[in-house]
């Protein structure tokens, strides 16, 4: 059973404009989520998180929404640039800290087109 | 080091044989984590260490799976008798424990195991 689902295996959205990737979970006792961004043969890289207390968090081009009632967080990235093209995977984790480590989902191949 | 690193970064071997990944974390980072991605799949997390400790190691797909951590630092997941399954990317992850509820894990660039 899935408890971190990204529906979208990929998405394209043309240069400039704003990307919006999207991920829900179901398992309530979630209160960290991260989203990291994958090149191909890289490791993942971390871009932002956000705690459950919080329903915005914002870095640069790169802002992370979270709505705990419908258990669903989105990333946006605007303006939308060539080098943002990667596999993008949000990830939950619940207090208690890493012990149980970070809860993936499947990714999702974000294409952005000159 | 400046980042996490894994060794080999690529490995084939022959259905039946041991093989040792290998991770390095990021210096002084306690928490060290190991995730497997199967093709098309999200990271599957495997292991947890807390210094040299792993509390818990039901995340391991089977007993064929052993990991141990020395020094608080280097860390080998081995895979004995392996089986075609077993072909995924093996990624590391390191985290220095802070005062919020979680770490931000960071990860290496993986090791690809195809076995044959």
């Known amino acids: 059973d899935q408890q971190v689902k990204q529906n979208s295996p990929s998405l394209s959205v043309q240069e400039g404009r704003i990307s919006i990737l999207n991920c829900d979970y179901t398992n309530s006792m979630f209160d960290y989520f991260l989203w990291y961004k994958k090149y191909p043969a890289e490791g993942p890289t971390f871009l932002i998180s956000i705690s459950s207390i919080k329903d915005k968090n914002e870095d640069g081009r790169f802002t992370v929404f979270l709505n705990k009632s419908a258990k669903h967080l989105s990333l946006h990235i605007v303006p939308s640039q060539p080098g943002d093209s990667a596999v993008y995977f949000c990830a939950a984790s619940s207090e208690g800290g890493g012990a149980d480590g970070l809860t993936f989902g499947k990714g999702t191949h974000l294409i952005i087109q000159p | 080091g400046a980042g996490v690193s894994q060794s080999p970064s690529n490995k084939v071997t022959e259905k039946g044989k041991d093989v040792e990944l290998r991770c390095d974390p990021i210096?002084?980072?306690?928490?060290l984590y190991w995730y497997r991605q199967s093709l098309g799949q999200g990271l599957e997390f495997l292991i947890y260490f807390q210094g040299n400790s792993a509390p818990d190691k039901s995340g391991l797909p089977s007993d064929r799976f052993s990991a141990e951590r020395t020094g608080g630092s280097v860390s080998t997941l081995t895979i004995q008798r392996t089986q075609q399954e077993d072909s995924a990317v093996y990624l590391c992850?390191?985290?220095?424990?802070?005062?919020?509820?979680?770490?931000?894990?960071?990860f290496g660039p993986g090791t690809r195991l195809l076995v044959l």
């Open positions: 992850a390191s985290s220095f424990p802070g005062l919020g509820p979680t770490e931000t894990q960071y």
């Open positions: 210096s002084g980072h306690t928490a």
